[in-house]
């Protein structure tokens, strides 16, 4: 082989090469937003609080928290005392919002969220909460209770037995499980907390956890979202 064609092969090698490589660099550049949209997509994100939820505070406070909760579940009940000492110190600083999240090893979780909402539909919701709670506490749960928990409310009891026999709300209810669900809500409570979740009965102060070591209570936890 000649001098110069030596030259055209080597110069057609490394064009071939070079042409490769290009494709290559594309195919990269054009796979990689892709995955990093998927992953974005995919991650555990809960919704905003919204017209749908029951709420107390104003909806632009400086610290937003969403509550999964379940009204026959004891820690759910527990962390209620919670909610109302941030509520106290914290007033206008925070908003808190409801959302129901049932777990079926609890028979009368289902039942007493739907009681809640149709004590809602008369504008009782967090009156039924109360409530609600307070029968989970003296073990005294069933549909014959929150029926009696509306006369005592003064509900319209024809309206309440209908809505809650009916199963009226048990769409809404069950769309909320399924948004607890991606949320990455596994149990109740569950709050989240400007976006971060904070999974279980978390008390007030700081505490000393089952593996002893120091964990910041919600009044740490919105004081330091504060700062």
């Not at 995919?42 to 909806?59: C, R």
């Amino acid at each position: 082989m000649s001098k110069q064609n030596k030259v055209i092969s080597i110069i057609a090698v490394a064009l071939t090469l070079f042409i490769v490589g290009l494709i290559f660099l594309v195919k990269v550049e054009q796979k990689a937003p892709v995955e990093s949209i998927s992953n974005i997509e995919s991650a555990p994100l809960v919704k905003a609080i919204n017209e749908v939820d029951y709420s107390i505070g104003d909806s632009k406070a400086p610290v937003q928290i969403i509550i999964y909760s379940n009204f026959a579940c004891p820690f759910s009940a527990k962390f209620s005392e919670t909610m109302k000492k941030i509520e106290q110190d914290f007033k206008d600083k925070v908003v808190i919002s409801f959302r129901h999240y049932p777990l079926l090893n609890y028979s009368q979780a289902e039942p007493a969220a739907e009681a809640s909402e149709c004590a809602a539909e008369q504008g009782k919701f967090w009156e039924m909460h109360d409530k609600l709670f307070a029968d989970n506490i003296a073990n005294n749960m069933s549909p014959d209770q929150y029926k009696q928990d509306a006369l005592d409310l003064g509900l319209n009891q024809e309206q309440f037995n209908q809505c809650l026999d009916n199963n009226k709300y048990a769409d809404k209810i069950s769309q909320q499980k399924i948004d607890g669900d991606i949320a990455g809500v596994t149990g109740t409570p569950t709050v989240f907390v400007n976006g971060n979740i904070y999974p279980g009965a978390y008390p007030f102060e700081d505490f000393t956890s089952s593996d002893n070591q120091q964990k910041k209570g919600m009044k740490s936890i919105i004081s330091g979202l504060l700062k």
